[in-house]
């Protein structure tokens, strides 16, 4: 029978655990992705987002392929609407007046909760379609019992702000908030996370804070905007 020296068993004995180690991460990593990838719906340039929204049950999630559609959307359900990246999947506003995506609550006493993932959000155009409800052509509007999660997306080049909040509650993971017409980030009496979020030339302020407004901001840049302002 062969003989080994300490130190080499040592050596076997290390490299088994690695091996093992790197199995079990490796294992652990293949189920956080298929979980990741998970869609219930897939949605495919020329087909309608809002359609799939409407026909979508509660907590499903709605993957959008690469691509740009041109369509505003509204939600009133708990779901999650996830692109393939900011750069390849691409929600332009193009309704008068009215937000690119709008998120709010149907009316009852239940929270939505609505996740938004890896896409762009852009466009808008026009005036305000209700001042008095403050339903305007922002790229995000985010109103009453909504609670919001946005995850790595891009909201760019909208006609007035970024992301406006009314009541409702967003919270912005590494996110890029830039160039819009008029403010970055609006929250009206309604509560907002930033983390590694960047907000930046955005033609007035980065942030605006109305009312009892909330805002927390972790890892992250406000910069080359007007400044930031609360009333």
């Not at 004995?13 to 199995?23: E, G, K, Q, T, Y």
């Not at 087909?47 to 959008?64: F, K, P, T, W, Y």
């Not at 896409?119 to 403050?134: F, H, Q, S, W, Y």
């Amino acid at each position: 029978m062969p003989k080994f020296s300490r130190h080499c068993l040592i050596e076997v004995c290390v490299l088994v655990a690695l091996l093992s180690l790197m199995w079990t991460c490796g294992l652990h990593n293949e189920a956080i992705a298929q979980e990741r990838v998970r869609c219930a719906v897939m949605v495919n340039p020329g087909e309608s987002i809002q359609a799939a929204i409407d026909r979508a049950e509660e907590g499903m999630v709605i993957c959008l392929a690469e691509g740009v559609w041109e369509e505003n959307i509204k939600i009133e359900r708990s779901l999650t609407l996830r692109g393939t990246g900011r750069e390849r999947t691409v929600i332009k506003g193009v309704q008068e007046g009215l937000p690119v995506v709008w998120i709010t609550d149907s009316g009852d006493a239940q929270t939505v909760s609505v996740g938004i993932e890896e896409l762009m959000i852009t466009g808008g155009v026009g005036e305000c379609a209700d001042r008095e409800r403050l339903i305007c052509p922002s790229g995000l509007l985010i109103q009453g019992k909504a609670w919001v999660e946005v995850v790595d997306c891009f909201i760019s080049l909208t006609a007035l702000h970024g992301v406006r909040v009314n009541l409702g509650q967003v919270k912005i993971i590494d996110s890029t908030i830039s160039r819009n017409k008029r403010d970055g980030l609006v929250v009206v009496s309604g509560q907002a996370t930033l983390t590694g979020a960047t907000i930046s030339g955005n033609g007035l302020f980065g942030i605006r804070l109305w009312g009892s407004a909330q805002l927390m901001i972790t890892g992250s840049m406000v910069h080359g905007n007007s400044g930031m302002a609360s009333s």
